[in-house]
């Protein structure tokens, strides 16, 4: 009988094993759901039933919508949007670069190959000659010497130096925009970082540095726009080219877009951009570019794709924006993104702000309604979890209205509206670097909501629509019909050029057949007279 138990043994712990494993895998749904509504974003299973085990599958959660999650394997490829990212950074040093892709709700979109291998190709440029490299040296050097021949450069490195102007919003996608040209013109990027810039954005390319050295031998790079020595006009034995791309016509480079200027610009090491504007759309008008853009971009996501691959927030302001994050909008049903700015060339009162606010949000569906006459009654609630309304403004009466007419009178389908605003600042400061924090943590927050609001002309709205993938609601001005209507649907999640008018050959070039079918992509913007954006 002994000699029998032992011959049976192997099979019994077989059986038993097999029950076992049927067992847990009857449990292990359960188990998830139960740590899902703990809040745990990864989750190893080590206890069911009193009985200690590991399981080898780890689980993580994100991409979740209205509430429900579903579970997905953390593969690197989601990790790097697609092959968008780089995997050569420490995790750690930048914790946005590859953990915001799970806050966004919008599944991402994967790049090109063609654009994903144009990137490594330039990360790979970008180490070789960027600052504290030989050849970086090199090319201080010649720009420093007397010998200036245009179209003969000491070396393969060629550079564009990207000067700062206006708010945040305006920085962003002049920087998104600068960043392009230089990909298209195998151009090194290098950004002058003014001290209210400092520590709001991780470094993009792996091994180097975009920053400019401070012993840069140009000297006050942002007023050099009042009387550049070099320009356009003036490209004889220059040892760099100013370019100055904003709404200011003044001192605007009004030829810039022209093919001639851009294959002589091709031949100049250094060129110094300034620009508050997202000029792609321009770019894409340029019959110079027309074949690599359609290779780079299958449809209107530059901004899209160019700016989560840029637009990292450091650890410190990643550190705010999850906070308030976990702390104000991560249970919600629904998180509602409302923006608004008011422009002293466009004056509207507040109340007509608020209004026109709320009759976009109501006639679209975004938010529900209220009984004005009617207080509050429990037995008209849904029982479903709140909705969440991220506002941000730089003034707190919004704030207060919304939140008082929402806690104070029951909405007509029952639903709870919890409204938030992480910041007030009353005016804007771009010149403190905390300022620009809250900014750029707000843009990012409102990247995270499943619908968004935006104001007209605002490049602060603008950033979070491109980020997220998301067609905003944009409020008309009032100096742009916003007395008949109230909002109009973004086109497209690109941002709008609002200055092209005065700038030579945006849009002149066409095909032979005499269709511009060169021009088919890039369309008028919804919230600025002459505005040009990309359309899909």
């Not at 092209?500 to 057949?513: A, H, L, T, V, W």
């Amino acid at each position: 009988m002994t000699i029998t138990c032992l011959m049976l043994l192997p099979l019994l712990l077989l059986v038993t094993q097999s029950a076992f494993n049927t067992y847990l895998d009857r449990l292990l749904p359960h188990v998830i759901r139960e740590r899902i509504g703990k809040k745990f974003t990864s989750i190893t299973v080590k206890e069911i039933s009193g009985t200690s085990f590991c399981c080898h599958q780890s689980y993580s959660f994100a991409g979740w919508k209205d509430g429900s999650l579903t579970p997905r394997d953390d593969d690197d490829d989601d990790k790097l949007l697609g092959g968008l990212l780089s995997g050569d950074f420490d995790e750690s040093s930048c914790l946005s670069r590859y953990h915001a892709v799970s806050y966004w709700k919008n599944p991402s979109r994967p790049p090109s190959p063609h654009l994903a291998a144009k990137l490594r190709r330039y990360e790979a440029l970008h180490k070789r000659c960027g600052p504290g490299t030989e050849l970086f040296e090199k090319a201080i050097h010649h720009l420093n010497s007397s010998n200036h021949t245009a179209g003969k450069p000491t070396t393969d490195c060629n550079y564009v130096v990207w000067v700062p102007s206006d708010g945040l919003g305006n920085r962003i996608i002049a920087l998104v925009s600068t960043f392009l040209y230089a990909l298209l013109n195998d151009k090194i990027l290098l950004l002058h970082l003014t001290d209210d810039f400092h520590d709001l954005l991780c470094e993009p390319f792996p091994g180097t540095s975009w920053s400019l050295p401070q012993d840069f031998p140009v000297g006050d790079l942002l007023n050099i726009y009042a009387d550049p020595p070099w320009t356009l006009s003036n490209p004889q034995n220059a040892p760099y080219l100013y370019l100055h791309l904003t709404h200011d016509q003044r001192f605007s480079a009004h030829g810039f877009f022209c093919e001639d200027s851009q294959l002589l610009l091709r031949s100049f090491q250094w060129l110094l951009l300034r620009s508050n504007q997202y000029f792609v759309p321009a770019l894409f008008r340029s019959s110079v570019y027309e074949k690599e853009l359609k290779l780079m971009f299958s449809d209107a996501d530059v901004f899209y794709h160019l700016g989560r691959y840029l637009l990292h927030p450091t650890n410190s302001v990643w550190g705010y924006i999850t906070r308030y994050y976990h702390a104000y909008l991560a249970d919600a049903e629904q998180i509602i993104g409302l923006q608004i700015r008011v422009f002293p060339s466009a004056p509207i009162s507040s109340d007509q702000m608020l209004a026109q606010l709320l009759n976009c949000s109501w006639q679209e569906g975004l938010l529900p309604e209220v009984m004005i006459e009617e207080a509050m009654n429990s037995s008209r609630w849904k029982g479903n979890k709140p909705k969440a309304v991220l506002l941000t403004t730089l003034y707190s009466g919004y704030y207060e209205r919304l939140k008082s007419m929402y806690n104070e009178h029951p909405t007509v389908d029952g639903e709870v509206i919890a409204v938030h605003q992480p910041s007030h600042e009353e005016k804007q400061h771009t010149e403190e670097r905390n300022h620009n924090k809250k900014a750029l943590m707000e843009m990012y927050l409102l990247s995270f909501c499943d619908v968004l609001v935006t104001s007209g002309y605002s490049t602060f709205g603008y950033v979070p629509q491109g980020l997220s993938g998301l067609r905003a609601w944009i409020l008309v001005r009032p100096d742009g019909g916003g007395e008949s209507v109230s909002c109009r649907r973004a086109v497209s999640t690109e941002p709008c050029f609002h200055a092209p008018m005065g700038y030579q050959c945006i849009g002149e070039k066409k095909r032979k057949d005499g269709e511009e079918e060169a021009m088919r992509c890039v369309g008028k913007c919804e919230d600025v007279a002459g505005g040009l954006k990309l359309v899909s």
